[in-house]
């Protein structure tokens, strides 16, 4: 099994200075993951203070790439500018961009996805719970309030167990899949019942 993220992962946060990149961040650093800095063109140069660590803000990724290093990008940008922040990643020469946002165009999905591997970026996502290593003390998603030592990529909390996160998604299509099931068997059930039948006249008895 291929291990993406490791202890020695160097993670950009895209959309850090957002409530949800802040609230996860912290998350992060809290589970050990090595956070090396946040990205937001209109906030660059200044730094975040997370409990006991500062946390710089860069004004793109590649800027963030040279100055730190980080290999991993985490993206909480809003639907609207997910795909130009994958393609920003992709251009600065990221290896692995975890996109946690939900509910981004799938065209966007598509062409984000095609134009990362064109690039040699591995996309983890879009709407994905993130990304959790359990034997590295790193993770690039947002860990348990309580966190063990693991490597990860942004993860609810508590982080799900892979069991768990796929008999949610098999229980889950199995509803879905009777449900339309029920629904094409209520519109067979309308189908033969029209055209409505029609009654044979009664021979009027005074002809």
């Not at 730190?68 to 020469?93: I, L």
Request: charged share 15%; with cysteine.
């Amino acid at each position: 099994m291929a291990i993406y993220l490791t202890k020695e992962s160097k993670v950009l946060v895209q959309g850090m200075t957002g409530g949800e990149g802040m609230k996860h961040t912290r998350r992060m650093l809290a589970a050990g993951t090595d956070v090396v800095g946040g990205v937001n063109p209109r906030k660059a140069g200044r730094a975040v203070d997370f409990d006991e660590r500062t946390v710089p803000v860069f004004g793109s990724v590649r800027e963030g790439r040279e100055a730190t290093g980080a290999d991993v990008t985490v993206v909480f940008v809003p639907p609207a500018f997910a795909k130009a922040a994958v393609v920003e990643a992709a251009d600065a020469g990221i290896a692995l961009t975890v996109v946690i946002t939900e509910g981004i165009p799938v065209h966007d999905a598509v062409a984000f996805h095609a134009y990362a591997a064109a690039k040699g970026t591995r996309i983890i996502g879009p709407n994905c719970p993130g990304l959790i290593s359990p034997a590295s003390p790193t993770r690039a998603s947002s860990p348990p309030t309580s966190p063990s030592p693991a490597a990860s990529a942004s993860s609810p909390s508590p982080a799900p167990s892979p069991t768990s996160s796929c008999t949610s998604c098999a229980t889950s299509a199995s509803r879905r899949a009777s449900a339309s099931a029920g629904t094409r068997s209520s519109a067979r059930a309308t189908s033969t019942a029209w055209p409505p039948s029609r009654r044979t006249p009664t021979p009027n008895s005074s002809s």
